[in-house]
């Protein structure tokens, strides 16, 4: 059985930082896709950064110099480095996986993942 636990979110104010983190268990994080999205209240889930089986990111417009998406396959976790955070990056953000090597041209396509972690909450106050 796949789980995704992520953790790492908070409150912290504008300028400021956070990492977060999704553990994998029951899934290799080193041979697959995955990816970071977010919800706002209100709003739909939106992509954030993704991450393919060789290592390459991509990432939103709107986090672009700010934000790191990597993996350490020897803790089999995802990480999301946020650095220089804005009052519009709150949400809650969800760690997802794929069952394919390569993201191909679905960075950002829901779809294209199939497991998804609970979510943690990121406040970023002005």
């Known amino acids: 059985q796949v789980q995704l636990v992520e953790s790492g979110g908070g409150s912290v104010q504008a300028g400021g930082s956070l990492r977060l983190s999704c553990a994998a268990s029951?899934?290799?994080?080193?041979?697959?896709?995955m990816g970071w999205f977010r919800q706002a209240l209100g709003q739909e889930r939106e992509w954030v950064a993704g991450?393919?089986?060789?290592?390459?990111?991509r990432d939103a417009n709107s986090v672009t110099g700010r934000f790191t998406i990597y993996k350490d396959n020897a803790k089999n976790t995802l990480y999301l480095q946020m650095n220089s955070l804005k009052p519009e990056d709150t949400g809650v953000y969800y760690c997802?996986?794929?069952?394919?090597?390569?993201?191909?041209?679905?960075?950002?396509?829901?779809?294209?993942?199939?497991?998804w972690g609970q979510g943690t909450q990121v406040t970023v106050s002005s």
């Open positions: 991450i393919d089986i060789g290592g390459s990111t």
């Open positions: 997802a996986a794929s069952l394919q090597p390569l993201c191909f041209g679905s960075w950002s396509s829901e779809t294209w993942f199939k497991y």
């Open positions: 029951g899934y290799t994080v080193s041979r697959y896709c």
